[in-house]
């Protein structure tokens, strides 16, 4: 799988999922500037992210996007997500171009599909490295 397309980042110093927005479209989207927070409320507002216990899955498909990538993000502190999601110890973010080929689709399904796995989600609220193992 395409390393670039997997950035994990531990400890991180946010306290929202607006400074969550803020920090993935600052610190780790390669230059491009979107505005996450306003493309991920339309998305919020079809359900909810919350996938497991402390763990939320923020995805979007959208044509603004250069390449799709996935983050995971463990804040230093457990943060309040929304009025409904409380004590979110892993975030982990799917922005997928709205073109993708489907070569990349299928690694992220790939990835999607890990997701099931109790021991897997363990693995990523647990580790200390900062390459996952896909």
């Given at each position: 799988?395409?390393?670039?397309?997997?950035?994990?980042?531990?400890?991180?110093?946010?306290?929202?999922?607006?400074?969550c927005?803020?920090?993935?479209?600052?610190?780790?989207?390669?230059?491009?500037?979107?505005?996450?927070?306003?493309?991920m409320?339309?998305?919020?507002?079809?359900?909810?992210?919350?996938?497991?216990?402390?763990?939320?899955?923020?995805?979007?498909?959208?044509?603004?996007?250069?390449?799709?990538?996935?983050?995971?993000?463990?804040?230093?502190?457990?943060?309040?997500?929304?009025?409904?999601?409380?004590?979110?110890?892993?975030?982990?973010?799917?922005?997928?171009?709205?073109?993708?080929?489907?070569?990349?689709?299928?690694?992220?399904?790939?990835?999607?599909r890990?997701?099931?796995?109790?021991?897997?989600?363990?693995?990523?609220?647990?580790?200390n490295?900062?390459?996952?193992?896909?």
């Open positions: 799988m395409n390393d670039n397309r997997f950035v994990m980042k531990l400890d991180v110093p946010i306290r929202s999922r607006a400074e927005f803020q920090f993935v479209s600052d610190e780790l989207m390669d230059e491009e500037k979107i505005d996450l927070s306003g493309l409320a339309e998305r919020e507002e079809n359900g909810s992210v919350e996938i497991a216990e402390e763990i939320v899955l923020p995805h979007l498909e959208s044509g603004v996007l250069d390449k799709s990538q996935i983050f995971i993000i463990r804040p230093e502190e457990k943060i309040t997500w929304d009025e409904k999601i409380h004590r979110v110890k892993l975030i982990i973010m799917i922005l997928l171009r709205k073109e993708e080929t489907d070569e990349v689709k299928r690694e992220i399904s790939q990835f999607t890990k997701l099931a796995d109790d021991a897997f989600l363990d693995y990523l609220m647990e580790t490295q900062p390459n996952i193992e896909i």
